[in-house]
């Protein structure tokens, strides 16, 4: 199997995706002439032109909202936002239109766009660039959230999301983007709201999504080589809809849950996980549930400091050691 | 709120210790920094000190008495506190109470005795869901238990290693966990198995399969275990039971087993080593003056050890007797429960299987079990030198290591080697 990055999963996702439905229109700002900010469009403008993809002025509220029209009426928008963090002048259009535009229609109008781009902080790009909003867009019924760790997730991920006929956040990481993982050169899909057993265990579940899947994988290798423990890594990969089956699985096998993000911890994706685990499996834990998140502060802008506001495989290892 | 002060872990091994001494008494008043009391551990007797400054407003256990790591053993009322916080606690005399019921029984963790420790508890006990659900499952008291989880908490692996409480037998059936919900368990493996397919048998637990789990496992997750082996000429005692056999045989009596000579052949040895006749009881060891022998029987569905009681007080021809009757009843299910309770030392003979050597698992709470291997002919260097050939018989030791040490189990293998390769000897 080839080995390729998450860009070009990504990449590809979009070329399949674009060759195979000619409703799909790539927009976004640098989209297209330049090659995207992150160079996950790459070769796409040259290759489709100008009605597949578009660039956009520097007006996230605008040209969402224009995506969210053109959803209503047929086409199928993929928005690339440079940062995450600049979706929030455009949450009207998100939240209010399509989050709430199936609902509020009686289910006679729908919005399959997807908006994505990476929503990390790490990058020493100062707090306003490093937002992780997933847990913001999961609490809006009507929005679909997934955050691939792989560049094999974000491919098949990426075409369900495209295809999927409700409006899907699709937050990506630009830590991620040259990495590398082995991606199949036949078309698959992913569905959403199937997690993945990143790494079989029997004594403890770190439970995660995005890239703090890679550093549970991380703390499970240390768990196993230097103090004899078989930990399970759970990716969600889908964050709305949950796999509440997958996570309710592995903790009533393992009996613990660490549960790792790189979202602050206050109303973070984690705590309404831990909430499920402990309303569904309450009498298959054999310890309390505990949590590894951001630091609880803006992203830190000093390098030194802005390295330990995110979880590291050390503090998922403490953690997990505190209840085994 | 009043602040409960818990048994520190003073050592890291600690996992219980003993208030040797309160420096404090009630309604002293505490400083931070202060020493409280004097705790003794596995390994030293330290001084406990204040973390907060207030008043020692109750004491829950005794001087002498020991409890384990993170149990609340006094309260602290802090400043701002109204009497009627502390008064709505337990009041102190009751948990004194039940400390010293708890009291009378062993002190530390009894494994093979028939109850295990009774560590003090007071309030509510601190224990995670799955163990609370495993435990009213089992029907084990988690008063019973000392938990091993952080703070104290008794977890699952207390559980699943405490014998279920005598007098309260496990839930029904039908209230035990099914295998579906993951749920292990007396002696289901923490591990699951892999589910069972369309064309797998699943087989229900009979009772004897439940028991022979619940306590092999016990035997081996609490009792150290040490293996000894010897091999013994078997030639003088198959040449005496062929003698006996052949008269037997004339005045039409029951033939001897090779087991029916090694049971007497035990018992004399057992009559020169005493001490491996014994059982571990937590804060001592007991050395049995009867010698009654629980012998192996494999029946349909497992296997039952109906005792040959006083055995060194009977002949050849009494042992030879009692195990035909015993093993015939047992086989068929006829055995009363004081003719298979109450053995102190098990004989397991697998010699009629073939098998040559092996080594069988504690029968508790007894502290040594013989395992007695098929008599085959090979190859022997004789005292002169030459390769000559011979009868010979493996005879393997497991042992409980808290009650017999190497040098003690050899010195019982030597004896009973002697007996085997000179039988007249124990016709004495």
Redo the contacts between chains.
């Keep these: 199997m080839p080995l390729i990055t998450y860009r070009k999963a990504l990449n590809d996702a979009l070329a399949e995706e674009i060759l195979r439905d000619e409703n799909v229109v790539v927009m976004g700002e640098e989209v297209a002439e330049y090659n995207g900010a992150y160079k996950v469009t790459e070769g796409l403008w040259a290759r489709f032109g100008s009605k597949r993809i578009v660039d956009t002025p520097i007006s996230e509220a605008a040209f969402v909202g224009m995506a969210v029209g053109a959803s209503m009426l047929g086409i199928r928008p993929v928005v690339e936002l440079m940062f995450w963090s600049f979706a929030y002048v455009a949450f009207d259009q998100i939240i209010n239109n399509a989050g709430c535009v199936r609902y509020m229609s009686g289910g006679h109008i729908r919005c399959p766009m997807v908006i994505r781009g990476p929503a990390n902080g790490g990058t020493n790009v100062g707090a306003t660039h490093s937002h992780t909003p997933e847990n913001l867009l999961a609490n809006t019924p009507g929005l679909k959230v997934v955050s691939p760790a792989t560049a094999y997730d974000a491919k098949g991920l990426l075409k369900a999301a495209i295809r999927d006929n409700d409006p899907v956040m699709f937050m990506e990481n630009t830590l991620l983007y040259g990495e590398q993982w082995e991606v199949p050169e036949e078309e698959y899909l992913i569905p959403l709201g199937v997690a993945d057993v990143k790494r079989e265990g ?1 004594d403890i579940s770190l439970i995660a999504h995005g890239r703090a899947v890679l550093t549970c994988l991380a703390a499970a290798e240390i768990l196993q080589a230097e103090h004899g423990i078989s930990a399970e890594v759970v990716d969600l990969r889908s964050i709305r809809p949950l796999d509440e089956e997958a996570i309710l699985a592995s903790v ?2 393992t ?1 613990r849950a660490v549960l790792v993000e790189e979202n602050k911890p206050f109303c973070g994706v984690d705590a309404q996980i831990a909430s499920l685990i402990q309303e569904k499996a ?6 309390p549930i505990q949590r590894v998140s951001a630091l609880d502060s803006p992203a830190i802008y000093s390098p030194p400091l802005e390295k330990i506001q995110l979880p590291t495989p050390a503090r998922v290892v403490q953690k997990a050691l ?2 085994c | 709120m009043p602040l409960p002060i818990e048994m520190p872990k003073l050592s890291d091994t600690m996992t219980e210790g003993t208030l040797v001494k309160w420096r404090k008494k009630v309604g002293d008043p505490v400083e931070m920094g202060d020493v409280i009391a004097e705790i003794e551990t596995d390994k030293a007797t330290m001084e406990m000190e204040a973390f907060d400054d207030g008043t020692l407003a109750e004491i829950y256990i005794q001087e002498g008495e020991k409890v384990a790591v993170g149990q609340q053993i006094a309260l602290l009322a802090l400043a701002g506190d109204k009497p009627g916080d502390v008064a709505a606690k337990p009041s102190a005399p009751a948990p004194a109470k039940a400390a010293s019921a708890a009291k009378a029984a062993p002190a530390a963790p009894a494994a093979p005795a028939p109850e295990p420790a009774v560590p003090v508890s007071h309030g509510p006990v601190k224990a ?6 495993i435990a009213a499952a089992r029907g084990v008291d988690l008063t019973r238990i000392t938990g091993t ?2 703070g104290g ?1 008794i ?2 692996r207390d559980i699943t290693s405490a014998p279920p409480s005598t007098g309260k037998p496990a839930a029904a059936p039908a209230k035990r966990p099914t295998p579906a ?3 292990p368990a007396a002696a289901i493996p ?3 198995p892999i589910p069972a397919g369309p064309n797998d048998r699943v087989i229900p637990l009979t009772g004897m399969r439940r028991v022979i789990a619940e306590r092999l496992v016990a035997s081996k997750s609490t009792i150290p275990h040490f293996y000894l082996q010897i091999e013994a000429d078997a030639e003088p005692l198959l040449k005496l039971r062929a003698e006996i056999n052949a008269t037997a045989e004339s005045s039409g009596r029951g033939k001897l087993t090779v087991n029916d000579l090694i049971l007497k052949a035990v018992a004399s040895a057992i009559a020169r080593v005493p001490k491996v006749n014994a059982a571990w009881a937590g804060d001592s060891v007991i050395e049995y003056a009867a010698v009654h022998l629980s012998v192996a029987v494999a029946v349909d569905d497992g296997l039952v050890t109906p005792v040959l009681r006083d055995a060194s007080s009977k002949s050849l021809r009494e042992i030879s007797e009692a195990v035909k009757d015993l093993a015939t009843r047992a086989r068929t299910k006829k055995l009363k429960p004081e003719e298979y309770q109450g053995g102190t030392f098990t004989v397991s003979n697998l010699g009629a299987y073939g098998i040559e050597s092996f080594f069988a698992i504690v029968n508790p709470p007894q502290s040594a079990i013989l395992s007695v291997g098929a008599a085959v002919k090979k190859p022997v260097v004789n005292a002169a030198g030459q390769i000559v050939p011979g009868q010979r018989i493996s005879i393997g030791l497991s042992c409980d290591h808290r009650v017999v040490d190497g040098a003690l189990g050899s010195q019982f293998l030597g004896e009973l080697r002697g007996f085997i390769e000179s039988p007249a000897l124990m016709l004495l």
């Design positions: 029997t009533r096998k009996h309450f009498d298959d834990l054999d310890a505190s209840i | 995670s869901p799955l163990a609370r659900k989880g952080p908490r977890i699952e919900t993951g749920a923490a591990i699951p």
